[in-house]
């Protein structure tokens, strides 16, 4: 029990070292939360474009949209963006309220609000308001993309005749 201890204690040490930045230099983590926010705020401008929105994701990101498959490769999130994309009368808008950035500075994540409408069987447009959770991660150029996407409805989705 204690050798085991000993390992879990040693093993943590070695992440959190090996975790560390690299550089003396201390991280902004205000700009970084703000550089998420602005991130984010400019994805929210990629819709319809399904190229664009796709481009904000970082290689190996994943796309988890509620009452839907995960999308875990490119191809996948670009074939779901197009699929909602192109429902009859979609439209989607989203807005970060909030953001927070790890102390290495090098992965964050947005939490928001979003509006998504599309027509339902009979061509009537139906308005869904939801919540969301982007997780993002630095790349070496200072970008930062989306690691992990996904969002939800504040309420279930009307049933024919409503």
């Known amino acids: 029990m204690i050798k085991t201890l000993h390992f879990i204690a ?3 040490t070695i992440l959190m070292v090996g975790c560390a930045p690299e550089s003396g230099e201390p991280i902004d983590l205000d700009a970084e939360r703000l550089a998420i926010l602005e991130a984010d705020r400019a994805w929210s401008e ?3 474009d399904v190229e664009a929105f796709v481009s904000a994701f970082a290689d190996g990101g994943r796309l988890l949209p509620p009452e839907a498959p995960e ?3 490119r191809e996948d999130i670009q074939e779901t ?3 909602m994309f192109s429902l009859p009368g979609f439209s989607v808008s989203w807005s970060p309220n909030f953001a927070g950035v790890s102390q290495a500075g090098d992965l964050g994540y947005s939490i928001g609000t979003l509006e998504f409408t599309a027509d339902d069987g009979e061509g009537n447009p ?3 308001k939801g919540k969301y959770t982007t ?3 630095k790349q070496e150029d ?3 993309k989306v690691v992990s996407d996904t969002f939800n409805f504040d309420s279930p989705a009307p049933t024919s005749g409503e």
């Open 10 to 12: 040693l093993t943590m």
């Open 46 to 48: 990629t819709p319809p």
């Open 71 to 73: 999308a875990h490769s």
């Open 81 to 83: 963006a197009s699929g």
């Open 126 to 128: 139906v308005t869904r």
């Open 135 to 137: 997780v993002w991660r």
């Open 142 to 144: 200072g970008q930062w």
